[in-house]
């Protein structure tokens, strides 16, 4: 079926310290705003985590969102994670054989490196369309979360991606990465109820 005839399928994933209280948590609004504004399908993935304890299960929500893509096989899948969110993102990318359309990362924190964080090998290998990053420099999260990452080796240490942009995108690939820098913005400022509306125009274009 040609890319354009297919139908896109958004999966929300949300980061850390999130209540999935099945009513104002952003997944759940951004999967009823992309079903009723936009017509596409949608779905949430939720989870809870503390902040020390996030990597004990990371690899078994990275499984839990590849099964629940695969039930999608055939549509342009649209992946957008928030903080955590992009950590998971990037590590689906690294460890299954899922091709993704797009991937959008919200104050991602996750590895900044292109070359470590899997991005350049999955756009080179075209398992992935486009890279779209959301970022502030001054996300006060994503600054603390830079000082864990002395602590990485214990596996508790969070990228910054989100903060300190993107370092070594291959030359071949960087007309599809696009970046959106909104440095009067903290870590989950883009999805505030003043900002969710934009935020969701420029996700769901």
Partial sequence: MPASARTRFYLFINGILTLSDGRNAWPDRAVTWTESHYG???????????????????????RECAQLLRHYAGHDLILVGHSNGADIVCRLLQTTDIEVSEVHLLA???EADFDRNGLNQA???GRLGSVHLYGSHNDR?????????IFSFLGLGYGALGR??????????????????????????WFSPAQFAQ???LVVA
Avoid: C, N
């Fill in 108 to 110: 991602a924190a996750a």
């Fill in 199 to 201: 935020t969701m125009a």
């Fill in 141 to 149: 999260a994503l600054e603390l979360a830079q000082f864990t990452e």
């Fill in 40 to 62: 596409q399908l949608a779905e949430k993935y939720e989870y809870f985590s503390g902040a020390l304890t996030r990597r004990l299960f990371q690899a078994a929500r990275v």
């Fill in 123 to 125: 756009l080179l290998t």
């Fill in 164 to 189: 300190t942009g993107p370092e070594h995108i291959d030359d071949r690939v960087s007309h599809r990465v696009t970046q959106i820098w909104r440095d009067d913005f903290d870590h989950s400022t």
